[in-house]
């Protein structure tokens, strides 16, 4: 499991003195806590985390020495600057099932000839005990052709006695929909004609 570095923040320093100053501010909250602890962590420190982490993951979040083992719960980019402002963890209980989400990763797309792989469903939502957490699905699409779909109940993540599934089972996740390149024959007569 990976490990984070955070300090506590003094909330009379603005989160933006701190983004200049190379921070992300964040917070972490739990059930057994009696107050959620804003903190700071350094950017790079962060980025290297998430290269292997995402939302729904579990990490060990080290607050000024003290241990937690807490899940991603919200990360909140800024678009024009494509980096992180702010980011939330949940402290685990491991007697306590909690609610997150699984990413889904498809593999072998490209080997799928015959039509457009579309990814329907970027995440599934569950609960689970904190031994149970799932981070991610791979859904390997290399066998499926036009018309084939998969859905949640399809996925292992479904199967799991351990999981609770939030997201409707019947949802479709992939489906492989036919290339439509066509030209329709009026639109190509509007062409000729200009």
Do not use: C, W
């Given at each position: 499991m990976n490990t984070l570095k955070a300090e506590k923040r003094s909330l009379d320093i603005k989160a933006k003195k701190l983004r200049r100053e190379g921070f992300v501010t964040g917070n972490v909250f739990g059930r057994e806590m009696n107050?959620?602890?804003?903190?700071?962590i350094q950017k790079k420190d962060l980025d290297a985390v998430l290269k292997t982490t995402a939302k729904g993951g579990q990490i060990m979040l080290d607050i000024d020495g003290e241990q937690y083992d807490v899940l991603v719960k919200d990360i909140q980019y800024n678009a024009m600057k494509r980096e992180i402002d702010e980011i939330s963890f949940q402290a685990l209980v491991s007697n306590e099932k909690i609610h997150s989400v699984a990413e889904v990763i498809l593999l072998n797309h490209n080997a799928v000839q015959d039509g457009v792989v579309q990814l329907l469903l970027p995440e599934i939502s569950y609960k689970a005990l904190p031994a149970a957490l799932v981070e991610k699905v791979e859904i390997d699409v290399s066998r499926m052709h036009v018309g084939d779909s998969i859905k949640v109940k399809d996925l292992e993540i479904a199967k799991?006695?351990?999981?609770?599934?939030?997201?409707?089972p019947e949802a479709v996740v992939v489906t492989v929909s036919q290339?439509?390149?066509?030209?329709?024959?009026?639109?190509?007569?509007?062409?000729?004609?200009?």
């Amino acid at each position: 499991m990976n490990t984070l570095k955070a300090e506590k923040r003094s909330l009379d320093i603005k989160a933006k003195k701190l983004r200049r100053e190379g921070f992300v501010t964040g917070n972490v909250f739990g059930r057994e806590m009696n107050e959620s602890v804003p903190v700071k962590i350094q950017k790079k420190d962060l980025d290297a985390v998430l290269k292997t982490t995402a939302k729904g993951g579990q990490i060990m979040l080290d607050i000024d020495g003290e241990q937690y083992d807490v899940l991603v719960k919200d990360i909140q980019y800024n678009a024009m600057k494509r980096e992180i402002d702010e980011i939330s963890f949940q402290a685990l209980v491991s007697n306590e099932k909690i609610h997150s989400v699984a990413e889904v990763i498809l593999l072998n797309h490209n080997a799928v000839q015959d039509g457009v792989v579309q990814l329907l469903l970027p995440e599934i939502s569950y609960k689970a005990l904190p031994a149970a957490l799932v981070e991610k699905v791979e859904i390997d699409v290399s066998r499926m052709h036009v018309g084939d779909s998969i859905k949640v109940k399809d996925l292992e993540i479904a199967k799991d006695k351990d999981i609770d599934l939030k997201t409707d089972p019947e949802a479709v996740v992939v489906t492989v929909s036919q290339v439509h390149n066509d030209i329709p024959a009026a639109d190509a007569g509007e062409e000729a004609a200009e």
